[in-house]
């Protein structure tokens, strides 16, 4: 799987390279100049779909098992960063948060739970996004049958792996594999595991019976969806070309949609891209604008993502010197 999640990086990356190449450097930096040290201006506007994001997390947990509010904070945060910069398949960040709460209090089965019921809610507010931006698609350039047509297919594909998750989580994730792999040679090994995982199917089920809490928190998710076209907009005003907030709303929505399709390419580098150049041909936008913002942003996961990652692995080298002292005495 590494091998494969590394390959799929360097194809994305260099189809990233073929992009920026094809626009021309130097018209690139261009724009870049005009955006110059105000892309300090995203970091800090990412902490309202930050936001949406924690407390669709926090309320999920029942009242009395909540973390801290400030574990929740980081834990999302360290969701996003690990999936943004390192070829994890847009899984490990979740991992990464399962542990990161595991280890301040929350419990294994819970926190995990929490991660498969969360990541379901995504990937809802995702597709509901696609419908969105294909509504505005369709408002505005009903003639783009073959774009819309596309679009659809891949909402719809979406929703209805999001559905059959969601069937599996009912029927109990771990007792399914537990099925599937019964017969196979590494059934033994693998079953013992499984077992011990199964309360997570308990916990994921308590999850669900709250259909108030689920309700409200895909909500959330949603609406950390829609917050992010803020940056589109902020970054064409920055480079002196405004957008509407409806035009900032499409070109994020299905930009989403693409990053979601192409979920195998790890942080979906030349994919995403791409598809911004694309849309903007739509809108009639100026394909270097599309691009430098889409490069801007990618700038803004790097400098979030990167001081994250340097802080959990300060955070868990200093734990595991603290473990490793309170064992030598």
């Not at 270097?288 to 490069?295: G, T």
Request: hydrophobic residues 50%; contains cysteine.
């Amino acid at each position: 799987m590494k091998k494969v999640g590394f390959s799929a990086l360097f194809v994305g990356l260099g189809l990233l390279t073929g992009i920026i190449i094809w626009q021309g450097i130097g018209e690139i930096l261009t724009v870049f100049g005009k955006i110059g040290g105000k892309i300090l201006y995203l970091v800090l506007y990412y902490i309202l779909p930050l936001t949406c994001t924690v407390w669709a997390t926090y309320i999920l947990f029942p009242r009395s098992l909540r973390p801290k509010l400030r574990d929740q904070w980081f834990g999302n945060l360290l969701v996003n960063s690990v999936n943004w910069l390192l070829p994890v398949a847009q899984i490990g960040g979740w991992i990464a948060r399962v542990h990161w709460l595991s280890v301040r209090g929350t419990s294994t089965s819970l926190a995990g739970a929490s991660a498969i019921v969360d990541l379901t809610l995504q990937a809802l507010a995702q597709g509901m996004i696609g419908i969105l931006g294909l509504t505005l698609l369709v408002h505005f350039f009903g003639q783009e049958k073959t774009l819309i047509t596309l679009g659809l297919l891949v909402v719809v594909l979406l929703l209805g792996l999001v559905y059959i998750f969601y069937r599996i989580q009912n029927n109990g994730i771990f007792s399914y594999l537990l099925v599937k792999i019964r017969n196979s040679s590494l059934a033994l090994g693998l079953a013992q595991y499984l077992e011990h995982t199964q309360s997570i199917d308990l916990e994921i089920k308590n999850f669900y019976d709250r259909r108030h809490q689920v309700v409200i928190s895909a909500l959330f998710r949603f609406t950390s969806r829609i917050l992010f076209a803020g940056e589109i907009w902020i970054v064409f005003y920055f480079v002196g070309y405004p957008i509407s907030m409806l035009d900032a709303i499409l070109l994020e929505s299905l930009g989403q949609t693409v990053r979601a399709a192409s979920f195998f390419v790890p942080g979906s580098y030349g994919i995403q891209e791409g598809g911004y150049i694309a849309l903007g041909l739509i809108l009639g936008l100026p394909t270097s604008y599309c691009l430098a913002m889409a490069l801007t942003k990618r700038v803004r996961e790097l400098l979030v993502g990167g001081i994250t990652l340097l802080f959990w692995q300060w955070r868990e080298g200093k734990s595991i010197l603290n473990l490793s002292g309170i064992s030598s005495n």
